[in-house]
Each structure stands twice: as structure tokens, then as C-alpha cells.
């Protein structure tokens, strides 16, 4: 399987595989007129195996916020065909707008203009807490 | 400019200040009496209540200042579907302060972020409830003279019950606290709820007996066992007399227990412990206006 080299873009390696759909859709990677690459249970001495998603356009999005979605990926920047960053996303302090709070008597739950926004409560144990109703964030 | 929408905004140093001064004004109300004069209380109250709305508007009113506001969301603009935030940028062009409760959890947090004036957490669905714990703390408080070195006993609904969730956690920061939770197996207390227990080395014990318990408390706070809270009808059947409050269980008890209950009770305390020295419950509601009071004045800034 041949997948071209990208250019100036990312690629999210070291995804858990099965994760990378979730990844694409937060980043809403559907709605890109670039070339975006899945690779699915790819071999990993790592991890067994894993997902890799490239995209060939750099996106201006936090992409920390995807450490919530899955703590083990690897973000890799690429700068004219160069990889120039490598790193792991750092959960932030706070996540707007990524995950839902599925609580049903919380205020989001009839406001349906109110931002979802959760909390980093616990960095170890990668607990974020809905900021109204302190509902533990599940995906 | 503060917002109380959680007992945990509020430190032990600030929460012993408010005791204080909810005690001087049972002493001396006079002194009070104008302190908010010509300031202006809104209770934003979207589900009915009786003691806590009763109570904040009491409170201003003893404090000389005004109260305006709604007592069910039909009565309010929020009945053609305005937001919570949208409702709080206006009450807060005509108010001082805010007292708001409402049925969805989190909803004095959206008003906070959006409200000019302090925002008081009335209560919000099975969430918080900051003045009904500072109540509780008050009421020990009168009735024993401390907040430290007792052993204090929750029976009933402890895993659904917001008040033990939250007076458990205000005071577990005093020491030689002791607390004995009284449940069925099926309303225990959560986990979550005995972390800082564990963390702090508060000292817990848990049963499902209270009679056996009951001799060694000094407190004892009940609340409600709710028949809909159990998945099977037997089971509420079999437990539900085992914690009613009866003359006959309280043989067993100190001559010097208080007994708390945040209130409404329906069957849980006999009526007949109502005349006992013992029963508090009453006092509680009263306590409860003077430390709205205390609350109100630290909100305003008000110094006397």
C-alpha cells in the first residue's frame, strides 16, 4: 500500500487502533479538500498494532485537546516534506466543545446554546468533570 | 465580587467568620436591622420551596433591605424559554444580589458567569446546596458549642442525599470528627464521597443498624428513604421502619443528642420526638434565616 508523502501537514501516529474515525471526526477531517489518509491496523512494536491519520494541510486547531481522546498518540509536525515537531498532546486544563455531558438533569442538557465544558480534575487518572454539574466526561 | 455555588467556594476560616457572625446577630439583631437598607434581594426560584426561599427573603428583609423575584419558572419569563443567562443579565440591572434555584444542576454556575451582581446557589436539582450545609454547621454549632470532637450519625438516604454529601465534606475539616453512616446497603454512601474521608484519616464507621449506633452519637441527621429510589418493591417494604425515628429507638440515645433533618420530613421522624428537647429540626430552620443573613452581608460587603 503506497500512501504519498505529505508535505505541510500533520500526521497523528501511535493512535489506538480503532480510534482513528474518532479522531476524524472531532477534527471534522471530512469537511478538508486535502488529501487525508487513514491507515488502519497498521504493525506497531508499540502498540501491536495502531491507526495513523495524515493530513496533508495544517489545521489551526488545539490539537492537545486530541490526549483526551487518546493519551498515546504521537503528533508529528511536517514543514516542506521535513518532519519538524514530534510530540505528545498534554491534556489541557480545560476541553470546550469535544465531548458531551450525558448528564440528563444537567443545565446543558435544556440550554442548548451553553458550551460543553469540562474541567481537568485528576491529570493521572485523565478525569475531566463537566464545569456545571461535575458529571464525570465519558466519549 | 464573589459567587457561592458550592459549600467548597468557601474556606473553613471563611465558614467559622460566617458561624461568627450568624451568632452575633442572634445576639444582637438590632445592630443588623438597617445593615442592607435600600439594597435589593432577587429570588430566581424556577421549583417551588418553602423554607429556603422563605428564609433568604426573611433574611433581607431583616436586614432592612427589599426583596423581588419569582417562586416557579411559570412565573417568569423562562416559561417562553429564556435562558438562564438571559434572565440574569436583566435581574441583575434591578438587584444587589442573586438567590436562585433551580430543578437542572449547574444552572447558578451559568449564572454566575454571566451575572454582575453575587450569585447564591439556592440549590440546584440533587447537585449543591451551600445554605442548607451552612445551616447544618450553624445548628451544630448553637446546639453543641463546637464543630470538632463529635460523633456525628447520617441515616437514611445517604447515596441520593445532597445535604450528607455536603456536610460530610464541610466537616471532615474539623478535627476529631467522627462520622457513623446509617443506610441500607442500597443507599450507601458513594465512593467519591469518602475520598477526603480516606485522605484525611477522618474516622468512619457504616452500618445498616441505627438502633445499635445510636447510644454513641451526638448528632444524628436524618433524612428521607424514598420508596422510588428502591428497584424493589420488597426491599423498600422490608427496610423503610428501620429508619423512622421513633421515642421508643430514642431510649437508646444520649440525653444530649441533636436531632437534624434538612426538611420536608414525611414519615422519618415520629411526630411524637417533636416536643423532645432533642429534636432540632425546627431551630435548624431558624438558624437557617440568620445565616443567609451572615451570607448576604459578606456578599454585599457590608460591614457593621
Given at each position: 500500500m503506497n500512501i504519498d508523502s505529505i508535505n505541510n501537514g500533520i500526521v497523528i501516529d501511535h493512535i489506538k487502533a480503532g480510534m482513528a474515525m474518532k479522531i476524524y471526526d472531532f477534527l471534522e477531517l471530512g469537511a478538508l479538500d486535502c488529501p487525508v489518509a487513514i491507515i488502519k491496523n497498521a504493525a506497531s512494536p508499540k502498540l501491536g498494532k495502531k491507526d495513523i491519520i495524515k493530513i496533508d494541510s495544517v489545521l489551526n486547531v488545539d490539537l492537545n485537546a486530541l490526549g483526551y481522546i487518546d493519551p498515546t498518540i504521537t503528533i508529528n509536525i511536517i514543514k516542506d516534506g521535513v518532519r519538524v515537531k514530534k510530540y505528545h498532546p498534554e491534556l489541557p486544563e480545560k476541553i470546550t466543545n469535544i465531548i458531551r455531558c450525558k448528564n440528563p438533569r444537567c443545565i446543558t442538557s435544556i440550554e442548548q446554546e451553553l458550551p460543553h465544558v469540562f474541567n481537568l480534575i485528576d491529570r493521572e487518572k485523565d478525569e475531566y468533570r463537566c464545569m456545571y454539574c461535575e458529571s464525570k466526561a465519558s466519549l | 465580587m464573589r459567587h457561592i455555588t458550592s459549600i467548597t467556594d468557601l474556606s473553613t476560616a471563611e465558614i467559622d467568620e460566617l458561624i461568627a457572625t450568624a451568632q452575633d446577630i442572634i445576639e444582637q439583631p438590632q445592630k443588623y436591622a438597617e445593615a442592607c437598607s435600600r439594597k435589593k434581594l432577587a429570588t430566581l426560584f424556577y421549583e417551588p420551596s418553602t423554607r429556603t426561599r422563605l428564609s433568604f427573603e426573611a433574611a433581607m428583609i431583616e436586614l432592612g433591605g427589599h426583596v423581588l423575584g419569582f417562586s416557579e419558572a411559570a412565573s417568569s419569563s423562562a416559561a417562553k424559554g429564556e435562558s438562564v443567562a438571559d434572565t440574569v443579565r436583566t435581574v441583575c440591572c434591578y438587584a444587589d444580589i442573586i438567590a436562585m434555584r433551580h430543578p437542572k444542576e449547574g444552572a447558578p454556575t451559568v449564572a454566575s458567569l454571566h451575572a454582575t451582581v453575587p450569585v447564591i446557589n439556592a440549590g440546584d436539582g440533587g447537585h449543591n446546596h451551600p445554605t442548607q450545609t451552612l445551616t447544618d454547621l450553624l445548628t451544630i454549632k448553637m446546639e453543641k458549642?463546637?464543630?470538632?470532637n463529635l460523633t456525628v450519625g447520617l441515616c437514611g438516604d445517604l447515596k441520593f442525599g445532597r445535604t450528607v454529601h455536603s456536610l460530610i465534606t464541610a466537616m471532615c475539616r474539623y478535627p476529631g470528627v467522627r462520622f457513623v453512616l446509617v443506610s441500607p446497603e442500597e443507599l450507601k454512601v458513594p465512593s467519591y464521597v469518602k475520598i477526603p474521608l480516606k485522605r484525611d484519616n477522618v474516622r468512619y464507621d457504616q452500618t445498616t443498624d441505627l438502633c445499635s449506633v445510636l447510644?454513641?452519637?451526638?448528632i444524628l441527621y436524618m433524612t428521607r428513604v424514598q420508596r422510588e429510589r428502591f428497584f424493589n418493591e420488597d426491599d423498600y417494604i422490608r427496610l423503610k421502619d428501620s429508619y423512622i425515628l421513633t421515642p421508643e429507638k430514642l431510649e437508646y440515645a444520649k440525653a444530649d443528642l441533636s436531632i437534624l433533618h434538612p426538611?420536608?420530613?414525611?414519615?422519618?421522624?415520629?411526630?411524637?420526638?417533636?416536643?423532645?428537647?432533642?429534636?432540632c429540626y425546627f431551630r435548624q430552620a431558624l438558624y437557617g434565616k440568620f445565616i443567609r443573613m451572615a451570607l448576604i452581608l459578606k456578599l454585599l460587603e457590608v460591614t457593621v
Open positions: - | 458549642g463546637r464543630l470538632s447510644p454513641e452519637l451526638d426538611l420536608p420530613r414525611v414519615n422519618e421522624i415520629s411526630v411524637a420526638i417533636d416536643q423532645d428537647p432533642r429534636a
